[in-house]
């Protein structure tokens, strides 16, 4: 009997199936996420006989075996993925159009042939001359690398395990077809079955592969949400196109920490690596200028030295505003009002905008006291000393936080050459090292803003 076909509602967030359209998802609570394909339904087979019942094993009795990874030759890469590739994972790799997704994965593959490993680099956007054209320009293959243009699963998977690859790219996740399931390529169905082929041949033959995905105007991977939790690993790629600097950062991690990021910067060779990104950050800061301050961010075990800049100006508008770029908006709306409740700083009739120089998205709230400095000093129309870093968290109450490995960030601040680090007086203990920089500790907002 010939298949039918029939009509059923997914969920992007979480891939619940429903037989019509609503609203919510009953599985995620997600609105607005349910959208419409068709499957292909056929006759239900013969009854399957039992297999042989399994005993589970004692966690005592399980034998384990040390990780054997393999270095891709890029040490921002090899940090985020916690070392280096490991045999039979799946790892996604999300961005941006333009961001430098497939152009990291052919730099990789370069490096990995010149050891020797076998790779498969597969694509279904690209020709083969597109991706020699490509390659030509990030570098020289010494060694020779496969190609293969194909988007059919079945040709895939095929090709797969007759070529002995230990590396496999697929290029990308949308693209890639299942002939059975007879929905359009890229949509939820397709790329949930695709994924599921995918990790079955990893862990089967134990081969590593890497999966590029896109993203949509929200950022997250196109397709279902179960797309990332069927991975081992998920890294995005973030970053202005016309900005030099990009960050690769691990949201997932089966075998590693998901803490740590990777920082390159884009060139007319493909991507490099920054060995040094507080100083490539840096680099052209404006010196005897109102506004200006540099604070640590921590990015997992690296902590990294930003600018950060703020302009306080008279408002003409009835409301003023309050623009935050490479900051969370909310955050800075809440030091704001702290600094005009317990310092008595009159901002309401002053549009205030707070910047991350250099590109950087900053997440710790470690910057704090200094986006407080930055505004004060807009605002009152002086200069922070440029050999000064500032570190701590505000409350509301107007107190200066701890934050943690202050030590890190101080002997950071101290290897660039500062002279003073502004840091919260629980942490000053923990600070003190033989180091050549100057440490302050203050408990209150209005103690800090009274040094500048």
Known sequence: MAAKEKQIFFCKECGYESAKWQGQCPGCRAWNTFVEEKVKVGVKGAVKQPKDAVSPMG??????????????????LDRVLGGGIVKGSLVLVGGDPGIGKSTILLQMCRNLVHQNVNVLYVSGEESLSQIKMRAERIGVFEKDMLLLCDNDMDNIERVITKSNASVVIIDSIQTMVVEEVGSAPGTVTQVREVTARLMQVAKQYGIAIFIVGHVTKEGNVAGPRTLEHMVDSVLYFEGDRNHGFRILRGVKNRFGSTNEIGVFTMTEKGLEEVDNPSQALLNGRPQNVSGSVVV???EGTR???VELQALVCQTNFNMPRR???GIDYNRVNLILAVMEKRVGMNLWGYDAYVNIAGGMKVNDTAVDLGVAFAIASSMNNKVVPSDTMIIGEIGLAGEIRGVTNVLQRVKE???MGFATCIIPKSNYDKAMDKLNVK???????VEALSLL
Not at 59 to 76: C, D, F, H, P
Not at 439 to 445: D, E, P, Q, R, Y
């Open 296 to 298: 640590s961010s921590l």
């Open 439 to 445: 440490i302050l500790g203050v408990s209150t907002l």
């Open 59 to 76: 966690i005592l009795q399980v034998t384990t075996a040390e990780e054997s990874r393999v270095q891709t030759g890029m040490r921002e």
């Open 323 to 325: 623009t935050s770029v």
């Open 413 to 415: 601040a101290d290897k």
């Open 303 to 305: 902590p990294i030295l």
